[in-house]
């Protein structure tokens, strides 16, 4: 069997690389690989119990941000599991020159690298520090992987790196009629204009200007509703905003769900105006269940696997509200999960490919 370790900042079900990481985990051949997580940031909402059921294990270090401590428990750690892990799975690009020669002393064989990123960091101080900590990232690192082409050329430029699509359950996203009339009939959507968003309160999904469009989306047409899945520390302002303006009974807060997958079929077209993307998971799965779909050009053109416009950030507000409507009141996109497949983003088929990947490795 081999063993792989995945690094990741946390296991909260909000976090996209870790939904990405639990699909791959849900279709590989557990008797032949398994995963195993350190991570250094608690969540309230996990998928810790998703873990265990798998029989997987994890285990919590300090932050890097309290550096002396963060490598003393990497130490401790390695040592206290020498020769247990084949493979370090990084997902925290700029953490490889603290792990890798601590993980390789202590028996790991392999220390990859992924990208899941186009950018540094939504803060300025971040952006610097993350590129200088990531600067000759070949010497800590064994092999690349990134999630799109934008990640890859981001971080390793001209090193030889594999893209890992993030690829979703194509049976669990495709459209359902049946899920849509009972979701509408529920949220009391009949005869509604549904536009999604699905993502975190940060920055780097531009949540102001979502509501900015939207605002004019609804003079245009006073039946449309926004749906915002997700939560995150800018979530209040957002609500604060839309008060002001008086959306609030044309705004919905969903928080975190668990049935992401059929609030897809409930919605008319979906809105994606990030700051920056790696290859958004939420992208694929939209398009998955049939959705046209609207992003900014900050998101890699690898999203596009059906019908996707990019525009400009410094478009009028006016463009994107006529481009979400015009998408929203045409017929949904058909043989969606056929298309997806064809583009290589159907995750039976990606977990064979990443498990000979693994195996590949070591070899």
Known sequence: MIRVLH?????????????????YYGYID???????????????????????????????????????????????FFQQHKDEYDIVHLHDVFLARFIYKI?????????????????????????????????NIQCFSDTY???SEAAGDHVFKNLNYKVINNAVDLEKFSF??????????????????????VGRFNPQKNHPFIIEVFNEIVKQRSNAVLLLIGEGKLQQDIKTMVDKINLTDKVLFLNNRTDVNDLYSAMDVFFLPSLYEGLPMVGVEAQAA??????????????????????????????WANEIIQKAESQRVTNASQTTKSKGF???????????LYKQLIS
């Open 176 to 197: 359902s009629e049946l899920k849509r009339t009972q979701l509408r009939q529920a949220m009391r959507l009949e005869g509604k204009i549904v536009i999604g968003h």
């Open 30 to 76: 557990k008797s032949e690989i398994r995963f195993d997580f350190m991570y250094y940031i608690e969540s309230e909402n996990s998928y810790k119990q998703a873990i265990e059921n798998k029989n997987g294990k994890y285990y919590m270090v300090e932050s890097p941000r309290k550096l002396i401590k963060f490598k003393k428990d990497l130490s401790a």
């Open 103 to 135: 993980a390789k002393h202590n028996g790991v064989k392999k220390v990859i690298v992924h990208s899941h990123a186009a950018e540094w960091s939504s803060h300025f101080i971040g952006k610097i520090r993350n590129k200088l900590l990531c600067k």
């Open 7 to 23: 690094i990741n900042s946390s296991l909260s079900t909000n976090s996209g690389v870790m939904r990405v990481i639990m699909n």
């Open 346 to 356: 159907s995750i039976t088929d990606e977990a064979k490919k990443l498990c000979d």
């Open 145 to 147: 992987f990134a999630c």
């Open 290 to 319: 049939g959705l046209r779909c609207v992003m900014s050009e900050n998101v890699t053109k690898e999203a596009a696997i059906s019908d996707v416009t990019f525009l400009k950030l410094s478009d009028s507000i006016e463009v």
